[in-house]
């Protein structure tokens, strides 16, 4: 499956924007979805995941301030990130792994958090 993340852009801290993931094929089947990001000068970490079934996990510095979600009748998943901060800079990513092991990565989206 391919994957094609957009909607990132520059924003005020404190302000939101909603990150979309858009898959060549239905998602529906996909075990776990997901968002990551690398920041500049550090390692990729994961932002948020969310299976199948509709569980979702993320990460403490994002907690409270973000929802993931999945919209399998439009094969898209989306991360809404409310009052952002300038150490939410980062290229996001989103992901995809079946249940047969196979994983996929979409191209990334620049978010800067910028005043």
């Known amino acids: 499956v391919q994957l094609q993340a957009s909607g990132g852009g520059t924003v005020q801290p404190g302000g939101s924007l909603r990150l979309s993931c858009a898959a060549s094929r239905s998602i529906s089947s996909i075990a776990v979805m997901a968002w990551y990001r690398r920041a500049p000068g550090k390692q990729r970490e994961l932002v948020a995941s969310?299976?199948?079934?509709?569980?979702?996990n993320y990460a403490d510095s994002v907690k409270g301030r973000s929802t993931i979600s999945r919209d399998n009748s439009k094969n898209t998943m989306y991360l809404e990130m409310n009052n952002l901060k300038p150490e939410d800079t980062a290229v996001y990513y989103c992901?995809?792994?079946?249940?047969?092991?196979?994983?996929?990565w979409g191209q990334g989206t620049l978010v800067t958090v910028s005043s």
């Open positions: 992901y995809a792994m079946e249940y047969d092991g196979g994983n996929y």
């Open positions: 969310i299976t199948r079934g509709g569980i979702t």
